[in-house]
């Protein structure tokens, strides 16, 4: 599975982005897709992951700011992000779950940047 991630970039505070990120290769239905963020110096952490049918979980601290959504279709899950803070700043990784071994892929990151 490749994962290729769009959408980073820099923006102030109280701004907004929307990461995209597409899957290819052997995809099957039974999979789960999502964002991770990893500032510096930090652990990589969860924001936010959907399943094929649409179930959706969230970070508290991006609750009601971000948005995960994804086409089937396209194989490729969205992140929009509104309201953007400083604490937001980070590289993005883009996760596909196999749910039935429980592999990981990631995508190579994209960096997000918020300006305060």
């Known amino acids: 599975v490749q994962l290729v991630e769009s959408g980073g970039g820099l923006v102030q505070t109280g701004g907004s982005l929307r990461l995209s990120c597409a899957a290819s290769g052997s995809i099957f239905n039974s999979n789960v897709m999502g964002w991770y963020r990893q500032a510096p110096g930090k652990r990589r952490d969860l924001v936010a992951t959907?399943?094929?049918?649409?179930?959706?979980n969230y970070a508290d601290s991006v609750k009601g700011r971000f948005t995960i959504s994804r086409d089937n279709g396209k194989n490729t899950v969205y992140l929009q992000m509104n309201s953007l803070i400083p604490e937001d700043t980070a590289v993005y990784y883009c996760?596909?779950?196999?749910?039935?071994?429980?592999?990981?892929?990631w995508g190579k990151g994209t960096l997000v940047t918020v300006s305060s």
């Open positions: 996760l596909y779950q196999r749910r039935f071994d429980g592999i990981n892929y």
């Open positions: 959907i399943t094929h049918s649409g179930t959706t």
